[in-house]
């Protein structure tokens, strides 16, 4: 089992702001992704990183894939408060997904 | 196209008592899982089916059981249920080896 830690596990900030959670393991993913799981709802999923070094764009929300495929970065350019959520990172798979603990954002107006 | 269908959404089940859960998948989704989220213990696998075989399970006691349908739907059981199981349990299809798909979760809540 791959285990993934998240950070910051809680993170609040202003409207306006720039913040990055990222996602670790001591293990070597072949794929990473993030999903995000707004209040009442299922996740999401937001984005697939394959390459190491790999950097992916999603309008505000920037992912990066580290060079040695252990660790990922998701970077917010001027947080909305429509971006509030839990944001997850898992290995990639369809049929049984190994989630970390999260990072709880909340972007208040 | 549907999305992932969960019921019921919210349930309340007394100790002891058994549950049984709903999910009807994307049309044309043959495989299924199933994950129990808890602020605790966040967001885990419970078993996945394909075409109506349970092809992994989690590391869940045996009160946690499901199935598949024929027509892909599949059903989750908890028997005996515990004040521990009060959680969000949530089904995700995918059509094989793509993206997992979720539904909106049961909120189940034991007292």
């Known amino acids: 089992t791959q285990l993934l830690e998240q950070s910051p596990q809680f993170l609040s900030i202003q409207e306006g702001e720039n913040l990055t959670v990222y996602c670790n393991s001591s293990s070597v993913f072949s794929s990473l992704q993030w999903y995000r799981q707004e209040p009442g709802e299922g996740p999401v999923l937001l984005v697939t990183v394959v390459t190491g070094g790999e950097v992916k764009k999603l309008k505000r929300l920037t992912f990066q894939f580290g060079d040695a495929r252990k660790d990922s970065s998701l970077h917010i350019t001027a947080a909305q408060p429509g971006d509030t959520g839990l944001y997850l990172c898992?290995?990639?798979?369809?049929?049984?997904?190994?989630f970390g603990s999260g990072t709880q954002l909340t972007v208040l107006p | 196209k549907a999305g992932v269908t969960q019921t019921p959404r919210y349930l309340i089940k007394t100790r002891g008592q058994q549950v049984t859960l709903s999910c009807s998948p994307i049309?044309?989704?043959?495989?299924v899982s199933w994950y129990q989220q808890t602020p605790g213990q966040g967001l885990q696998f419970l078993f996945e089916y394909f075409s109506e075989t349970q092809r992994n399970k989690g590391n869940f006691p045996g009160r946690f059981s499901g199935r598949q349908f024929s027509n892909s739907r599949s059903e989750m059981n908890v028997s005996t249920l515990e004040l521990g199981d009060s959680a969000l349990y949530l089904c995700?299809?995918?059509?094989?080896?793509?993206?997992?798909?979720f539904g909106q979760g049961t909120r189940l809540t034991v007292v």
């Open positions: 049309s044309g989704h043959r495989s």
């Open positions: 995700a299809s995918s059509e094989q080896n793509t993206e997992a798909f």
């Open positions: 898992a290995p990639r798979s369809a049929r049984q997904l190994t």
